[in-house]
Nanobody
Framework: QVYLVESGGGVVQAGGSLRLSCVAS???????????VAWFRQARGKDRAFVAG????????DYADSVRGRFSVSRDNAQNTAYLQMNNLEPEDSALYFC????????????????WGQGTQVTVTS
């Protein structure tokens, strides 16, 4: 099995940057490098929404329109870690950010992911 732990959230002023990390712990026989990884966020009172995703080998990425050009997703499989670099943050980016993983496909749909971290809070002040 694979377990995910996010970190790097915090409070930042609009226009600022944060880098989120998602560190995977894997049981024997499981490899983080086999998993598709996506970032989602959930603002208070709203549904969980896709932010960005990256293929298992880092060969392809996907972004929500609202973050494209400002956020960048990457991964280091040797370190069992995925990253979300967030630049030019806006108050609307405030949310609880989750990383998620699956073995099947890079998807924008939360239900396609069976492995989730606990989330890290991002708050952007105006």
């Amino acid at each position: 099995q694979v377990y995910l732990v996010e970190s790097g959230g915090g409070v930042v002023q609009a226009g600022g940057s944060l880098r989120l990390s998602c560190v995977a712990s894997t049981a024997y026989g499981y490899s983080f490098s086999n998993y598709e990884v996506a970032w989602f966020r959930q603002a208070r009172g709203k549904d969980r929404a896709f932010v960005a995703g990256i293929r298992y080998n880092g060969g392809s990425t996907d972004y929500a329109d609202s973050v494209r050009g400002r956020f960048s997703v990457s991964r280091d499989n040797a370190q069992n870690t995925a990253y979300l670099q967030m630049n030019n943050l806006e108050p609307e980016d405030s949310a609880l950010y989750f990383c998620a993983a699956n073995l099947m496909t890079l998807s924008r749909t939360p239900d396609q992911y069976d492995i989730w971290g606990q989330g890290t809070q991002v708050t952007v002040t105006s």
